[in-house]
């Protein structure tokens, strides 16, 4: 059997024992390792040990816990609250208002935090029982409050955009500045959804009576205001003020971030040993997970390219005489449809390395694939039925509200990435205009 068909085959086995069930750090790493030991001496496996000495030097990594530490710390200090209780009273009086309010949160939050998790649960504590008991429909409710969380997916900082710049070798920073307007292109296609579902439907997004709207905007409402969008712009501004402005690199920022998400809580009176503990706990938790799965892709991407794997892929991806955007299509729909059923860091981690010397070949500009990439691997925390923005919004939603009213919601949201995927194609200059008017050329 070829090198060219044991790569293949390799390929296959991961993906059908993870598909399986088994847990994906130790499947990437164990399957690969037996692999190669029964193809390759003993002593291959000395550029595994290097490369996992790689990643633990890796400068631009050490983001990874720290912007992970900023979004969990942001969460516990109560600033989320107050922000989507202001923003729901501000935009209270039009159509759809809780929702559009939602949408403006889900941005805001994840240009402070970039977790998704945290900010899935957040707003479906505070928001989804609001928005039911106002007479919402359970499907724009839920539909928004999960796409809203997944904008930390695509909008800066965000963990995902850190990785996909370690795994295609692209400035993390310039990968930043390209998602910025894709990420609030996003938004600006909820608000019109939104703004046509409350149209069309409008006793299904009603607006809050004017008896509340005119309480809450008596004594002291200018404070109150100030003090939700204040202290979270603040911290924006601290975090992608300092890359886009080259002060600080996006690891330094995350750093910056992780202090000011601390401070933040401090100052909201929530900062104790508790919290700090239960913070650090969970970040812990996520960044092992993240690094074992990372190492375990590291003993895979060794082993596949040890076959030869990436150039038997550029090979027939040559002898089939496919275009680049062909390709480029193929390997969207691949990663869209492997979102069904395995998590972003996964996918990251498996496809990205085996398809990038193959756009590298094709002299694709690897920044506007990341985009194409970080918006369509947004679509793995929508989709059923795997996605993790589904269950934690299930988790925390009414016993009223039923899988199949979420699955219903999240459609038009999904349907809406895929746009704006399509118009990243199109007109490229949505991901590389801003990065290269940053850069003077």
Known sequence: MSFEVLALLLFIIVFTLILAGYPVSFTLGGASILMGLLIF?????????????????????????????????????????????????????????????????????????GVVGATVITMGLISLPTMLRRGYSPELATGT??????????????????????????????????????????????????????????????????????????????????????????????????????????????????LGATLLTA????????????????????TSMVFIILVGASAFSLVFRGLKGDDYIVHLIQTAELSPYWFLAIVMLVMFVAGFFIDFIEIIFIIVPVVAPTFI????????VGI?????LQASFLTPPFGFSLFYLKGVAPKNVTTQHIYRGIVPFVLMQVLMVILIILFPEIATGLPKFLQGK
């Open 41 to 113: 001496d003993l002593d291959f496996f000395y550029l595994l040990s290097l490369r996992i000495f790689g990643i633990m030097n890796n400068f631009v990594l050490l983001a990874v816990p720290l912007f992970v530490f900023m979004g969990i710390m942001l969460e516990k200090s109560g600033i989320a609250e107050r922000l989507l209780e202001t923003m729901s009273f501000l935009l209270g009086s039009l159509r759809g208002g809780l929702a559009i309010s939602v949408v403006v949160v889900g941005a805001l939050l994840a240009a402070s935090t």
């Open 145 to 258: 409050i999960a796409a809203s969380g997944t904008l930390g997916q695509i909008i800066p900082p965000s963990v995902v955009l850190v990785l996909l710049g370690s795994v295609l070798n692209v400035s993390v920073g310039t990968l930043f500045t390209a998602a910025f307007l894709p990420g609030f292109g996003l938004v600006f296609l909820y608000f019109i959804y939104i703004v046509g579902f409350a149209f069309l439907r409008p006793h299904l997004a009603p607006p809050i009576p004017k008896e509340e709207l005119q309480t809450f905007r008596g004594k002291g409402f200018w404070n109150r205001v100030f003090r939700a969008f204040f202290l979270p712009l603040l911290l924006i501004l601290a975090v992608l003020g300092s890359i886009f402005a080259g002060i600080a690199s996006p690891t330094e920022a995350a750093a910056i971030g992780a």
């Open 267 to 286: 100052l909201e009176k929530k900062l104790n040993y508790n919290t700090l503990q239960e913070v650090m706990r969970e970040t812990t938790h996520i």
């Open 361 to 368: 070949a094709m002299k694709m500009d690897m920044v506007w």
């Open 372 to 376: 194409l990439m970080a918006v369509n």
